[in-house]
Nanobody
Framework: VQLVESGGGLVQPGGSLRLSCTASGLPFNLYHMSWYHQAAGKERELVAEISGTEDTYYVDSVKGRFTISRENAANTVYLQMNRLKPDESGVYYC????????WGQGTQVTVAS
């Protein structure tokens, strides 16, 4: 099983990024997919998740700004992040959960002017 995140980078406050996570080696459509954020020196925290039936959940701080979606045909989950804030800098990880939980290696997001 492999999860590969991409799409991170440097963006100004108020800007947007779209993260992608492509999975291989698992029946993707069965898996509950999540995005987590880990700021420097802090614990990893859930940002958003999407079920196999595309039910979604967001933490309050990102509601209305972030959108999680999935494309099962491409084994990919996305996180569209709008109106980014400096404290949302850090590493973003995707996770796949069903009978086991798998993690990607993370992608760095830096929100700074």
């Amino acid at each position: 099983v492999q999860l590969v995140e991409s799409g991170g980078g440097l963006v100004q406050p108020g800007g947007s990024l779209r993260l992608s996570c492509t999975a291989s080696g698992l029946p993707f459509n069965l898996y509950h997919m999540s995005w987590y954020h880990q700021a420097a020196g802090k614990e990893r925290e859930l940002v958003a998740e999407i079920s196999g039936t595309e039910d979604t959940y967001y933490v309050d701080s990102v509601k209305g700004r972030f959108t999680i979606s999935r494309e099962n045909a491409a084994n990919t989950v996305y996180l569209q992040m709008n109106r980014l804030k400096p404290d949302e800098s850090g590493v973003y990880y995707c996770a796949a959960r069903y009978d086991s939980t798998y993690w990607g290696q993370g992608t760095q997001v830096t929100v700074a002017s």
